[in-house]
C-alpha cells in the first residue's frame, strides 16, 4: 500500500487519507467512500492545488460531504480556500462548510465535530495529504 493513498491512519472516528488531485481520482475515491466505507457523516478536509481543475474536483465530492473543511497546503501553489468553499456552496448548499488556515489546524476541527462513527477523509493534493499524515503520526502517538 502506497502512504496517502486510501491509507486509514485512526479509527473512531475513521481518518482516511487519499491524494485525490484530479477529477478522476476523486471520482474513483467517491466511489470507494460509498461502496468499501461505513460511517454516519462524511467529513472532508480538502486542500487542493490552484492550477488544478478546481471546480471539478470540489464537485466530485462535496455532494457526499456532511461537512466540508477548506484548507490550504503550505506551498505557494495551494489553491485559496475561498474559491473551495465557493464551489462547494453551490455544490450542497445544506453541507456544513468552514475553512482553516492551515491542514493541522483544519485536522483539529474536523476531530473536533466528528463523531466516533464519522469518517473523516483528507484528500485533494498530494501536498495536503502529507502535511495530515505528519500532523497525525506526531499527534496519534501522543494519545
Known sequence: ???GRMEVVARKPCILLD???NPAAMHKLVEC???DFEYDRLIVVLG???YKDVQLIVEEIAPFSSVLIA???RS?????????VRYARESNPGC???VEENVDKAIVRAKEVASANDLICVTGSLYTVGEARDYLTKNLQKG
Do not use: F, S, W, Y
Request: hydrophobic share 40%; net charge positive; glycine share 8%.
Open 19 to 21: 491524494g485525490a488531485h
Open 48 to 50: 487542493i492545488l490552484r
Open 1 to 3: 500500500m502506497n502512504p
Open 96 to 98: 456544513m462548510i468552514g
Open 76 to 84: 505557494e501553489r495551494a489553491c485559496n480556500p475561498d474559491v473551495i
Open 33 to 35: 467512500l460509498r461502496e
Open 71 to 73: 484548507t490550504k497546503a
